[in-house]
């Protein structure tokens, strides 16, 4: 029968991982051409503190996405300031796959993000502001509601408000209805708003 | 009954476009990112396709180029966006879009378009 | 004790919540059925009513609650030709692009997990050598694996019930199994055909030795998963596997929920990941 038993340990002979896994050389072979070596690079480098910016750099001008997701998991292994700061960065990148890899990797990091967020919403680029609306969707920070009336009170960007009410129709407590009620107001005229103010205001119920 | 398949992270965009939609006949169905949309794609095409941009694991372009690529559906697909610029429009005809419009849509003008690009005459 | 109940907006909310997270999407229709099941876990929980349950579940760092919702929601039961159409889709679609496209005359290599107490190494087993031609030109090899030391015994001693094998056709139970003991018992044909191993997917050196594979049957399993565990699997598979092999997961599975690291892939019997490869 050519259906044959083959004992596991006997398939893998030697570990692909030769080279030194120092940090020198592992920094070494995020450059190499192939990207299953620079991807085992990307991920043994979480034992090492201080790779949080050439990883930054390579993320940037990585193209292989299995290499992107192997560098943003070891970032947010690392978490320090240089890993927050690099993403935060590439959250300004033309490139929307880049942008939406990062606003999953910030979610993992709510520790390390919280004493950020209150700049990136303040963000004079709409769109920032919108992922950093993105993230405190999984944010586990009791500030979160807070944030987001603050958001849906004072930001003139439509779409960052727009944002902001999908996430409080979820997390908001009757606490969030009067600056719900208030957004309807500042945009009387966009059909959207009053839409998802309605359902939020009704999602979120009264005391 | 035409069969419109709303792709977003945000489900009160999806509920604002469903309802939209399936007040003017349309069948609709959801997808919360580019992977699920393309397997939905995958076990049946849908007419037209209304497409957000940013998404996690598979954003709107993404989406676009793959279901092209793979030759799985040509439907005519809206791109729905937050962002204005000139570049986001081009890079969303690239990924194989008909239509970019900016958010939030107004229900009548999304119909509009819905019916022109499925060369359907309303009154 | 109060009676909790749920409201159609607390209803909504869960179900979007849900689907989003799961991806599972309950019809209206479900409505009891979810309600019924939410009321369960608020009362077990302590919670005091459903926004208290739902922040409780939203927030929680290790997202076991989730688990135990998906968990009362789903039905897993394993049994022969358990979503018989992959096992189709093995033989007609998925082997044939492997071997064309692979350079060597390697045994192909096929990495069922978890293997529970057998069903579906077997089904694949049965299925090859029922319905592949290629077997007369490539060797195949198929490892199962478990993280439970018990159910791996009951794998490899092969005896099942009478409902575990309710799908088989009566001509390939007779073939392939022997009545005894009030059940059946799998050949010993096919009990050589399996290698048996008891991994932990989430422990990395574990997860050393296990390479080269083309196909990965991971079915009903990652569901059960909470996200970082999900991903962690993901990424595991993804190395496990040779350029361009195959993942399959459950049919109420989608790696929508889990990793962006695989193509999907669509043939006719099935929609299947697969890992980018050289000419893909």
């Known amino acids: 029968m050519p259906i044959i038993k083959q004992h596991i340990a006997q398939v893998v002979d030697t570990d692909e991982r030769e080279r030194p896994r120092d940090l020198a050389g592992l920094v070494a072979e995020l450059e190499l051409d192939n990207p299953t070596a620079r991807r085992w690079a990307a991920r043994d480098l979480a034992e090492f503190q201080a790779s949080s910016e050439v990883l930054i750099a390579r993320l940037k001008r990585e193209d292989d996405g299995s290499v992107r997701d192997a560098i943003l998991t070891t970032l947010t292994r690392l978490g320090d300031t240089a890993a927050v700061a690099g993403l935060v960065e590439c959250l300004r990148s033309e490139d929307a796959a880049l942008r939406s890899e990062v606003i999953e990797a910030m979610k993992q990091l709510p520790e390390e993000v919280a004493p950020i967020m209150s700049g990136l919403l303040a963000d004079a680029d709409s769109d920032v502001r919108i992922f950093a609306v993105n993230i405190l969707e999984s944010l586990r920070h009791p500030q979160v509601e807070a944030w987001l009336a603050g958001v849906i009170e004072h930001d003139p960007h439509v779409n960052v408000c727009a944002t902001a009410v999908d996430l409080l129709g979820e997390v908001g407590t009757p606490l969030s209805r009067p600056a719900l009620e208030l957004l309807k107001a500042r945009f009387p005229d966009e059909p959207y708003i009053c839409f998802a103010v309605d359902l939020a205001l009704k999602r979120i119920g009264e005391d | ?123 | 004790m109060a009676k909790i109940t749920i409201s159609e907006e607390d209803f909504q909310k869960f179900r979007e919540y849900f689907y989003r997270k799961v991806g599972i999407q309950f019809e209206n229709s479900k409505r009891y059925f979810v309600d019924k099941r939410l009321v369960e876990r608020i009362n077990a929980t302590g919670a005091k009513d459903f926004r208290d349950y739902f922040t409780m579940l939203r927030f929680e760092a290790s997202g076991a609650e989730l688990q135990k919702l998906v968990n009362l929601m789903t039905v897993n039961e394993t049994y022969f030709f358990r979503e018989e159409y992959q096992f189709q889709c093995l033989v007609n679609s998925i082997l044939g692009e492997i071997t064309r496209n692979k350079k060597d005359k390697a045994p192909i290599r096929i990495w069922s997990i978890p293997s529970s107490s057998g069903e579906e190494p077997y089904s694949i087993v049965i299925y090859l050598l029922e319905h592949w031609p290629g077997l007369a030109q490539w060797d195949v090899e198929i490892i199962s694996s478990d993280i439970d030391t018990n159910i791996i015994e009951s794998a490899r001693r092969g005896h099942y019930s009478a409902r575990s094998v309710q799908y088989l056709p009566a001509t390939l139970l007779k073939k392939y199994f022997k009545p005894n003991a009030g059940g059946y018992q799998i050949s010993e044909d096919l009990r050589s055909a399996v290698e048996f191993t008891c991994v932990n997917l989430m422990d990395a050196a574990d997860m050393r030795s296990y390479r080269k594979f083309d196909v990965i049957f991971c079915r009903n399993l990652l569901i059960y998963f909470d996200d970082l565990s999900r991903r962690q699997a993901a990424e595991t598979f993804f190395d496990a596997l040779n350029p361009g092999g195959f993942v399959c997961l459950g049919h109420s599975e989608s790696m929508s929920r889990i990793s962006s690291l695989f193509r999907v892939r669509k043939f006719p019997e099935a929609i299947v990941y697969q890992k980018p490869g050289v000419n893909l």
């Open chain 2, 1 to 123: 009954m035409k069969r419109i398949l709303i792709i977003d992270d945000a489900a009160t965009v999806r509920l604002y476009h469903r309802n939209i939609l399936e007040a003017a006949g349309y069948a609709v169905e959801e997808a919360v990112n580019g992977i699920e949309a393309l397997e939905k794609v995958m076990q049946t095409p849908f007419d037209l396709y209304v497409v957000d941009i940013n998404m996690p694991k598979l954003d709107g372009y993404g989406f676009l180029k793959e279901m092209r690529r793979q030759d799985i559906d040509q439907a005519p697909a809206i791109m729905v966006s937050t962002e204005a610029e000139a570049d986001d429009r081009q890079r969303a005809y690239r990924a194989g879009a008909n239509l970019y419009l900016i958010k939030p849509v107004k229900p009548a003008e999304l119909l509009i378009h819905v019916h022109l690009l499925l060369g359907e005459v309303r009154a």
